[in-house]
């Protein structure tokens, strides 16, 4: 069983850029499609990203694509997300999922994945 842990959240200013980390542990990293969500103050959790087990396919929600990019090391056991043109709607809890996947599937639903980290606040002010 996989254990996930994020890192890198933080206040941070309009248009800043900011790197989330998610280190796994406990499983075989490059077998695991891999998802950020994140879930605001009083609102319900979103998908934002996701990327293929073998780090050839993603897909962004639209309101995140072309500012974040979403990425792995295998050599690391980590994934990244790296928001670029931060706006104060990003801000939010974000948090890396993992799931068993074949190697070209990647998944959209929070409810398609099994194992979450605890997440990482993220906020977005001036």
């Known amino acids: 069983q996989v254990q996930l842990v994020e890192s890198g959240g933080g206040l941070v200013q309009p248009e800043s850029s900011l790197r989330l980390s998610c280190a796994a542990s406990g499983g075989t990293f490059n077998t695991y499609a891999m998802g950020w969500f994140r879930q605001a103050l009083g609102k319900e959790r979103e998908f934002v990203a996701t990327?293929?087990?073998?780090?050839?396919?993603?897909n962004y929600a639209g309101s995140v694509k072309g500012r974040f990019t979403i990425s792995r090391d295998s050599n690391k056991n980590t994934m990244y997300l790296q928001m670029n043109s931060l706006k104060p709607e990003d801000t939010a809890v974000y948090s890396c999922?993992?799931?068993?996947?074949?190697?070209?599937?990647?998944?959209?639903?929070?409810?398609?994945?099994?194992?979450w980290g605890q997440g990482t606040q993220v906020t977005v002010s001036s």
């Open positions: 990327i293929t087990r073998d780090d050839v396919y993603a």
């Open positions: 999922a993992a799931r068993p996947a074949a190697s070209n599937a990647y998944y959209l639903k929070a409810e398609d994945y099994p194992y």
